[in-house]
């Protein structure tokens, strides 16, 4: 529902621009263009996309996602103190972050899931836990963001990967930020 | 070195699937295979979305909501062409790919505004639907600070995303 707004909003302040700028014929002229370019944009993307999906298959099987789960365990103890006392989520955790890490969507979700429904306490109020759960999948700390180095690939772009070391960065000072913004937050609003 | 990235993280993943014993071959065919029926699913809403991101743009809409933002955006030292990706990429994934596959396609991937977007999108993630997802896994219904947290980290994220590539590039 919410995309329906969204695209309707975008078409009706386009018309509306189009009409105020005397834009009219690039406006006409841009519906079949763009239609044209969400297919050729797919189209590009196809090759990388198909790979990628493998390639994340293959990571799932060769236990990468375990291993670094491993790795990662002392950090995942200092943010999710609840992970000392229950051994499950701990590993519905890591998995879930490390899933996402290598950038294997479709397994990350189901556990981060099922992490949440672990933490819950049935009283529809999230918990500091889930917060940090939420900032933590919302900052996306990603090894190779596949779909972003394929639309580069399509472009012509010569190294599609250089914006990886750009992209790390990133990614970790939105999530370390992220993580101390919200427990900050939740020492500020913390109700006894 | 980052050249090298790839190629390692493909072999390190062939040969430990190898030494496991598994059908390498077959699970990358599997794989490739879910992948394009990922993308068959989303091409609809590419075709849409894209659409709806050339006709804000051929309007001059695209124009205005830069130039509208662009002192916030000047302040935190992020490009105001990039004004509708980062206002849209919390909402919608697709969306998001739509406007800065725009963006790299106008602007050309190796420019700063290409790159910027670039770095944008591959560090961030829906945060709305993905607070959608869990919460609603579980019927939360206050979600506290939950959204906050989450939108100051996208805000830090397309801040970096700037600075890293006019640091990097």
């Known amino acids: ?192 | 070195m980052t050249d090298y990235i790839v190629p390692l993280l493909i072999l390190a993943a062939v040969l430990l699937t190898l030494h496991r014993k598994e059908n390498t071959y077959d699970i990358l065919l599997q794989g490739g295979a879910e992948g394009l029926k990922l993308l068959g699913s989303i091409l609809p809403a590419l075709v849409l979305l894209l659409c709806a991101v050339h006709m804000l743009r051929a309007s001059g809409a695209m124009e205005l909501l830069s130039s509208l933002l662009a002192p916030a955006f000047r302040f935190l030292g992020i490009p105001p062409e990039t004004a509708m990706l980062v206002l849209i990429r919390p909402i919608s994934g697709s969306a998001a790919l739509a406007v800065g596959a725009d963006l790299m396609a106008q602007f050309g991937p190796d420019s700063l505004v290409g790159r910027t977007a670039a770095v944008m999108l591959g560090s961030t993630e829906t945060t709305f639907y993905t607070i959608s997802v869990y919460f609603g896994a579980v019927g939360i219904k206050k979600t506290r600070y939950a959204i906050p947290a989450a939108l100051f980290a996208d805000l830090v994220g397309f801040c970096m995303a700037s600075w890293t590539v006019r640091w990097m590039f």
């Not at chain 1, 002229?29 to 189209?43: E, H, M, R």
């Not at chain 1, 390639?55 to 375990?66: K, N, Q, V």
């Not at chain 1, 992490?115 to 190779?144: F, K, W």
């Open chain 1, 1 to 192: 529902m919410v995309m329906s707004w969204i695209w309707s909003g975008i078409v009706l302040l386009s018309l509306f621009c189009a009409v105020l700028t005397g834009n009219g014929s690039a406006l006409a002229a841009a519906v079949p263009q763009g239609a044209q370019a969400g297919v050729t944009l797919a189209l590009s993307m196809a090759g990388s996309i198909c790979l990628w999906t493998g390639i994340g298959r293959l990571m799932e099987h060769a236990g990468m996602t375990a291993a670094l789960a491993r790795l990662l365990s002392p950090l995942l103890r200092r943010v999710f103190p609840g992970t000392k006392r229950d051994p499950v989520l701990a590993r519905e955790l890591s998995g879930n972050i490390c899933a996402n890490f290598l950038g294997l969507g479709n397994a990350a979700t189901p556990m981060g899931i099922r992490a949440v429904q672990r933490m819950s306490r049935s009283d529809g109020i999230a918990t500091d836990e889930m917060c940090r759960l939420i900032v933590l999948n919302t900052a996306s700390i990603q090894l190779i963001p596949a779909n972003v180095a394929a639309v580069r690939a399509s472009l012509g772009c010569a190294a599609p990967f250089d914006i990886l070391p750009a992209v790390w960065v990133t990614s970790v000072c939105s999530a370390g930020l992220g993580v101390a913004a919200a427990w900050l937050l939740g020492k500020a609003l913390r109700h006894d």
